[in-house]
């Protein structure tokens, strides 16, 4: 038996090939392979012995040979096969081991990898025959059965196979997206031509949405996010929606956070995607009770996230609100973990980095996928417009601020009132937004006099704006853009409210 270990990462190298070779495998090697083999003491071939032609071109050249892809490709059910085989003096290459070059690491011309994914793929396309190997992880397993039965089942092969198939298609993705990014020295495209998105799953879920639908979570290949270093402390297995309105918590905690000058503590409450309640705070403890203030009602059963460290005293205070399902923070205190675990122990106590920019974003559309560009956003007064005779005060600002950003991250059509860094009203994924104002002011009650209001999108008449000044909103910041502005912004004047006009609009579906 014959097995050729080509390898950019050499972990458990000499653990696998001494197995082989204590199993009978007559081993072939190259390059760096070959060195670190031979450092190692472990007897071994090198291609070119078995190809009679020396490495070429810095190496560019060295697989790329009959006698290799002959060896690997034969189909052994097939006596034609073998006599071409043994015409040329050919020997069968029964297990191939092959990992490429790191290319998302350092992308460049030199690491675009050639004679690896060809061995890969040719040893996968004839798995029927031969097996192939590109995970370190898989090493362990696949010597235990060669040493229980000598040979690897079909069932082995066939598993294996997939998985180098997956490892080239991923490496040949990153490639692409290399060359859509610039990186060759062409230019940069943000949407380009075509997307080649590898996905691994990271993790199985219970169900998905509902429990008749299959869940997971998937993660770009060979790309971290935060929720790949998460801890969860304490608590039942995250579900689907967990994660979906974590995400949504944890994003906008941050945001808010960053978005601060000062060193504040901010906190989101998220119930099915949208916050129902947020505030900003010099304590982390304070911001909790705050952003519970704005709908105790709503927040039973939500996420909550705290953007900083969980101590015992920010503990106590989650402690005494409603339920939640999922607490996330930058880390917990033991005597955190004791007070929560104590109050429910399926709640889950999830630790996680700050998020960081998301990257193009990908909605499923029936068999079709729609693709944008994140949507940021700009939070500088500089950029804005005063449209009023009325100008906002300094606390105005800051709340038209906190409102805005909360309501570009609320689903549509959405109203938001804020006021003193708290956010008491939230109308969120109304058809009409007439209707999201009348919400948000209803669950902002008596705090709407003298806050600040956000809209997602431009007011199309002036009845909108109407119901926030009749429940004493002050101030009130939206895109702009309608047939209507000058009515819309006489009707503010007529009511003593600033208005303030981003010329950017935040729709969320």
């Known amino acids: 038996m014959r097995a050729l270990i080509s390898v950019y990462d050499k972990t458990g190298l000499e653990y696998l090939a001494r197995g082989l070779a204590d199993l009978g495998f ?10 670190a083999l031979e450092a190692a003491g472990i007897a071994h071939m090198e291609v070119s012995e078995v190809t009679g032609a020396a490495e ?43 990992n490429l070059y790191p290319f998302r690491s350092d992308p460049s011309i030199e690491l675009i990898d050639v ?22 992880a898989d090493y362990a397993e696949v010597l235990d059965e060669l040493r229980a039965s000598g040979h690897l089942s079909d069932e082995t092969r066939l598993r294996l196979a997939r998985r180098a198939f997956a490892h080239t298609a991923a490496y040949d993705a990153a490639i692409v997206a290399w060359f859509d990014a610039g990186g060759p020295g062409g230019a940069a495209e943000a949407l380009p031509a075509t997307l080649h998105v590898t996905l691994e799953r990271a993790g199985s879920l219970r169900y998905g949405e509902n429990p008749h639908q299959h869940g997971a979570r998937y993660r770009a290949d060979g790309v971290a996010t935060w929720w790949d270093t998460v801890n969860q402390v304490a608590g039942s ?34 119930k099915h995607a949208n916050p129902c309640g947020v505030a900003l705070s010099a304590d982390l403890s304070d911001a909790y009770r705050l952003a519970l203030a704005c709908d105790p009602v709503s927040a039973f059963g939500g996420v909550v996230a705290l953007a900083g460290r969980c101590t015992g005293e920010v503990a106590r205070a989650v402690a005494e ?37 998301p990257g193009l974003q990908l909605r499923s559309v029936g068999r079709s996928v729609l693709v944008q560009e994140p949507d940021l956003v700009s939070s500088g007064r500089s950029s ?6 009325a100008v906002p005060t300094e606390s105005q600002w800051s709340d038209l601020e906190l409102a805005w950003l909360v309501c570009a991250r609320t689903s549509s059509n959405a109203i938001v009132v804020a006021r ?7 109308g969120a994924g109304q058809q009409s937004r007439v209707e999201a104002a009348e919400i948000a002011v209803r669950k902002a009650g008596e705090r709407a006099k003298g806050a600040a209001g956000a809209s997602d999108a431009f007011f199309p008449f002036r009845d909108g704006l109407d119901v926030l000044a009749r429940a004493g909103v ?16 006489a009707a503010a004047d007529e009511q003593g409210i600033a208005m303030v006009l981003t010329h950017e609009r935040h729709f969320r579906h």
Not at 117 to 122: I, L, Q
Not at 245 to 260: C, K, M, P, V
Not at 322 to 338: G, K
């Open 420 to 426: 003193d860094g708290q956010v008491p009203g939230v």
């Open 474 to 489: 002050a101030a009130v910041i939206q895109p702009g853009g309608s047939v209507r502005d000058a009515e819309v912004v």
């Open 321 to 357: 609100g409603p339920q939640a399902d999922v607490i996330l923070a930058e880390s917990f205190d033991p005597e955190a973990v004791e007070v929560l675990v104590a109050r429910r122990k399926a709640t889950r106590l999830v630790e996680g980095r700050p998020p960081g920019l």
């Open 384 to 389: 804005w417009e005063v449209a009023t005779k």
């Open 115 to 136: 004679g690896g994914p060809t061995m890969v793929r040719a040893a996968a396309k004839n798995h029927a025959h031969v097996g192939v190997v590109v995970d370190p």
């Open 56 to 98: 070429m071109l810095g190496g560019r050249v060295k697989t790329l040979h009959p006698a290799i892809h002959g060896g690997i490709l034969a189909d052994r059910s097939k006596p034609e096969h073998i006599v071409d085989l043994e015409a040329r003096g050919i020997e069968l290459i029964d297990l191939v081991i092959c």
């Open 237 to 270: 297995a995250l579900s689907y929606l967990n994660i979906f309105d974590a995400e949504a918590a944890w994003s906008l905690a941050h945001e808010l956070r960053d978005s601060r000058q000062a060193a504040t503590a901010s906190c989101v409450i998220v």
């Open 26 to 35: 007559e081993l072939v090697s190259s390059g760096g392979t070959s060195k």
